[in-house]
DNA sequence: ACTTACGGTAAGCAATTGCTTACCATTAAA
DNA sequence: TTTAATGGTAAGCAATTGCTTACCGTAAGT
């Protein structure tokens, strides 16, 4: 019973050039919030809303420490997103195979 | 010299339900527009736009056979995708290694 | 030639989304 | 305790996006 696409949210998440932008300054490292939005081209609480949605995705996770919240990548939902397309890439040239003989329906 | 992200518009473009929508419908087999279309709670026109949006991102291609325009999975995008994500799965990895490794800095 | 099926494009509208400026709460430093 | 740093949330606005209807072109069928 697995829990109708984990791997939407993250899609959706992604779908967003800000968000890609945030994710790919988390690769290497844990920032803060006020470190990721240094250097960004947008106001610190826009860059708050993003983080949000990337957190419901579980693309990333937000540990609390003094007063900064630090961000680092939640494999989580990088691994949803994986899982999917690996699935989606078997079926898809599964199909592909069928349609080619289907095709070279030849004896 | 890689061409900064192809992946860019395969996430842009699977960043919409609809799109992702048709994006499965398309998972087994090709389909006309119009096959794509019935059954989803959008007009034709509609869909027309979105794979229009999934091309440019290179996750199908249009085959035109007689008046109907076939619909099936390009692997080009598809790919693009797997390959980033694997690639910052990855990274990412690594860098959490980095840290636990400071982190666990006791001598 | 007429008609029907298929489908791309444009214009306009409605909903969503992303951003900003407030404002407030919490924690650390003075 | 006062002050400064950090950051979440709300309200409002502007831009984008997705949808619809209308229209037109092309290819098959009659």
Known sequence: MQK??????AFNAL??????LIFEK??????SVA???HGLPV?????????RILKDA??????????R????????GVLAM???????????LAAFKTVAENQTDDE
């Open 82 to 92: 994986r899982i999917y397309l690996d699935n989606f890439w078997d079926t898809a």
């Open 26 to 31: 988390l690769r290497s490292r844990p920032l």
């Open 35 to 37: 470190d990721i939005a």
């Open 4 to 9: 109708t696409g984990q791997h939407e949210k």
């Open 15 to 20: 779908g967003d050039p800000m968000r890609r």
């Open 69 to 76: 919240n630090f961000c680092e990548i939640d494999p989580d």
């Open 43 to 51: 106001s610190r609480p826009a860059v708050s809303q993003h983080i």
């Open 58 to 67: 579980r693309l990333i996770r937000v540990r609390r420490s003094g007063t």
